[in-house]
C-alpha cells in the first residue's frame, strides 16, 4: 500500500491570525521555491481556532497546496458548550484534519480514552479526519513495556467508531518538548504495533491504507531515520513548525537525503 507520508505541524498555542497569514506564505513560498511535490509529500498545518478562518481564506485565495486543520473538537454537535468548537464548524470552514487527544490535552484537560473516542466519532461525522494522538509517559513504558499503552488507547477508538478514514499519531509523551526523540526502531516498533492493532479490529486493508505518524521532537535532523522505517508514514512536528525554514526541510525530506 502507497501511503503518502504527511508532515504535520501542530503549532499549539502559538501566532495569532496576522503572524499565521505570514507563516502560511512564506511556508508556501519556501517551499514552492524548492519545487516541493505536495502529491508526494502532503503538508498540513495545525493553527489555534482563532487563525483558522484566516488561514482558509488565504489557501483558498490564493490556490495554495498546504492544508490545514484544527487542534482540538467538541465531542457535541452544538448547545450550551462554552469555548467548545463543533466539528460541524470546522467542516464549514474545509479543515481536512483535526486533532485528537494530544497528550496536553489529556494530561492538561483530563480528556480520558473514552472521551477521544467520542471527539473522534464526531470528526468522522463531519467529514474532518482525526488525527488520533496516542502514548505512554516514561514511567508507563518502564511499568509496562512498548507498544501496550498507545494499542490500549487507540483501542477505544477503533471500538467506538465505525471503520473510516484516521490518521494516527504514536506521541512518546516522554519525548515530547525534550529535545530527546525516540530512535527510529523504538517508533517502528510502536507504529507496527499500532497498525496491527488497526488490523485485528477494522481488517487488513484499511490498516494497510491508515497513516501512523511519529511526533516527539521531530526535526529536519532525525525525520529521514523516521520515515526509512516502513511503519511510520510522516510526523507530527510541534516546535520545529513554528520555523518555517526548520518545518520546510522537514517536509523536503526526501530530496535532503535522497529518499
Not at 503518502?4 to 501566532?15: D, S, Y
Not at 529521514?224 to 510526523?235: S, Y
Amino acid at each position: 500500500m502507497n501511503r503518502v507520508p504527511l508532515i504535520a505541524g501542530n503549532w499549539k498555542m502559538n501566532l495569532d491570525h496576522l503572524q499565521a497569514i505570514a507563516t502560511v506564505q512564506k511556508l508556501a513560498w519556501t517551499l514552492k521555491d524548492a519545487r516541493h511535490d505536495f502529491d508526494d509529500v502532503e503538508v498540513a498545518v495545525f493553527p489555534p481556532f482563532t487563525d483558522l478562518r484566516s488561514v482558509q481564506t488565504l489557501i483558498s485565495a490564493d490556490k495554495l497546496p498546504i492544508r490545514f486543520g484544527a487542534q482540538d473538537l467538541s465531542q457535541f454537535d452544538s448547545g450550551a458548550y462554552t469555548g467548545d468548537v463543533s466539528g460541524s464548524f470546522l467542516a464549514a470552514l474545509d479543515a481536512a484534519y483535526v486533532i485528537v487527544g494530544h497528550s496536553e490535552r489529556r494530561t492538561m484537560h483530563g480528556e480520558t480514552d473514552e472521551v477521544v473516542a467520542a471527539k473522534t466519532a464526531a470528526a468522522v461525522k463531519h467529514g474532518v479526519v482525526p488525527v488520533v494522538c496516542v502514548g505512554e509517559t516514561g514511567e508507563q513504558r518502564e511499568e509496562r513495556g512498548a507498544g501496550v499503552v498507545a494499542v490500549e488507547q487507540l483501542q477505544v477508538v477503533l471500538d467506538a467508531v465505525q471503520p473510516s478514514e484516521i490518521v494516527v499519531a504514536y506521541e512518546p509523551v516522554w519525548a515530547i518538548g525534550s529535545g530527546q526523540a525516540a530512535s527510529a526502531e523504538q517508533a517502528q516498533d510502536e507504529c507496527a504495533a499500532i497498525r496491527r492493532g488497526i488490523a485485528a479490529t477494522w481488517g487488513e486493508d484499511l490498516a494497510a491504507a491508515t497513516r501512523v505518524l511519529y511526533g516527539g521532537s521531530v526535526k529536519s535532523g532525525n525525520i529521514a531515520g523516521f520515515l526509512r522505517e516502513p511503519d511510520v508514514d510522516g510526523a507530527l512536528v510541534g516546535g520545529a513548525s513554528l520555523d518555517v525554514q526548520e518545518f520546510a526541510a522537514i517536509a523536503r525530506f526526501r530530496q535532503h537525503v535522497g529518499l
